[in-house]
């Protein structure tokens, strides 16, 4: 049996739909186009989700767009930039979920 994706371990029996949804559409189709990269798509996605304070879906992209490629350094550069236009809670909230990963990461602990 194949692994589950993330989203249908997470609500696959309660929204079948949204999960297939979420991983034919958005991370099989839209996350898969090649005009921009997984890694510009990455910081596209971080700084919205920070921007709009979405944190609940902000760590696992984070952890993402670390996987795609993005650096701490990048991504704290992103969330600094963007406290300015999204509102300073925003931004603290994002650079303390990046901290934890990143430390996190580095201690085997994730």
Do not use: C
Request: aromatic share 6%; proline share 4%; charged share 25%.
């Amino acid at each position: 049996m194949a692994e589950q994706s993330p989203a249908q371990k997470l609500i696959g029996d309660f929204a079948p739909k949204l999960v297939q949804l979420t991983d034919d559409v958005l991370f099989g189709d839209v996350w898969e186009r090649e005009v921009l990269s997984p890694r510009d798509r990455s910081l596209v996605t971080v700084t919205t989700l920070a921007a709009l304070y979405r944190t609940e879906q902000l760590g696992s992209h984070l952890r993402r767009a670390l996987d795609n490629g993005l650096t701490k350094d990048e991504l704290v550069e992103a969330i600094t930039h963007l406290a300015f236009y999204a509102g300073w809670p925003s931004a603290m909230s994002a650079i303390t979920q990046l901290k934890d990963i990143v430390e996190n990461q580095a201690t085997g602990t994730e």
